[in-house]
C-alpha cells in the first residue's frame, strides 16, 4: 500500500466540543451508578445495569468483555447516548447527559463520538468516499469540498486510497470495515465506542482492523472502547472491563502473564501523528 498522507484535525469541527475533554488523560466518560430498566412497573420489569461506576480518560484503549447477557450492548448504547440510564449520572465531555433534551444529545453524540460495527453498515448506493462524507453531510447538509478533502485523506490513511470510488459491493469484508473506521473519524470524535468490529471477519482481516485501531489510537490520540469476544483482541488491549450479569467484575490494566497471539497482527503503513 502507498504510504498514507497525514491525518490532521477536522478543519470543520464544531466550536461547541469540549476541548478539555480532548486532552490526553482528562476524564472523558464519567458513570456513577448507572441502572438500567427495562419495562419498569410492568409484571416483566427487567434491571439490565446495576449500579454501574466507570470512568475513561482521553488517550485509553480499552477492551469490554463480558459473556452474552451480561449488559454489554446495553453499556454500549447508554455510552453512545442511544439510550437514556434509568437511574445514575452519566458525564460525557464535562457535559452532563441527564441535562440534555434530544437535540442535546444529538449534539455531544455527533461531536463526541463514532461508531464501528461488527457489520459496516455502508450505504451500498454510495462509494467508500461518499460513506465516509455522510456524517459531514448529515451535520451541514452538504459535502463541502473540506469534507471532501478529508475524507480523501482519512481513506488514504486506512489504505484505501485506491478505493475511493468503489462500491460497498466492491469491497472485500476487511475493506468495507476500514472504511467503517474512515468514517466514523470524520468528524475527529475523542472516543470511538466498536461493538464486535471484527467479529465478521477472517483472522487475516481482523489483526489487520484491529492493528488499524490501535495506530490510530497510538499515532493520533483518539480513545477507543472495543466491545469483543475473542480474548486475543481483549488481550492486546491496554486495559479489559469485564461486565458479567449487569455489574462490573474486573477492571483493569493487561497483566504480564496475559497470554499473547503467536504472531504479530499484519499492520497497515504508519499514521502519522496529528497536527494538533
Known sequence: MALPKRITANPTASPSANPSAR????????????????????????????????????????????????????????????????????????????????????????????????????????SAEENVTMPARVRDGVVTPQARARARELLDAVGLAHAMDRTPAQLSGGMQQRVAIARALMLQPALVLADEPTGNLDTASSNEVFGLMRRIHD???????????????????????ELVDGHIDRDGPISASTSMPSSPPSLPPSLPPSST
Open 219 to 241: 499515532e493520533v490520540g483518539t480513545s477507543f472502547l472495543v466491545v469483543t469476544h475473542d480474548p486475543r483482541l481483549a488481550a492486546r488491549c491496554d486495559r479489559v472491563i
Open 23 to 126: 486532552q490526553m488523560g482528562a476524564e472523558l466518560v464519567q458513570l456513577s451508578g448507572i441502572r438500567k430498566v427495562y419495562n419498569a412497573g410492568q409484571p416483566n420489569e427487567i434491571e439490565v445495569l446495576h449500579g454501574l461506576d466507570l470512568r475513561i480518560r482521553q488517550g485509553e484503549f480499552a477492551a469490554l468483555i463480558g459473556p452474552s447477557g451480561s449488559g454489554k450492548s446495553t453499556l454500549l448504547n447508554v455510552l453512545g447516548l442511544l439510550e437514556r440510564a434509568s437511574a445514575g449520572e452519566y458525564v460525557l465531555a464535562g457535559k452532563a447527559v441527564s441535562a440534555l433534551d434530544d437535540d442535546g444529545l444529538t449534539r455531544l453524540r455527533r461531536d463526541t463520538l463514532g461508531f464501528v460495527f461488527q457489520f459496516h453498515h455502508l450505504l451500498p448506493a454510495f
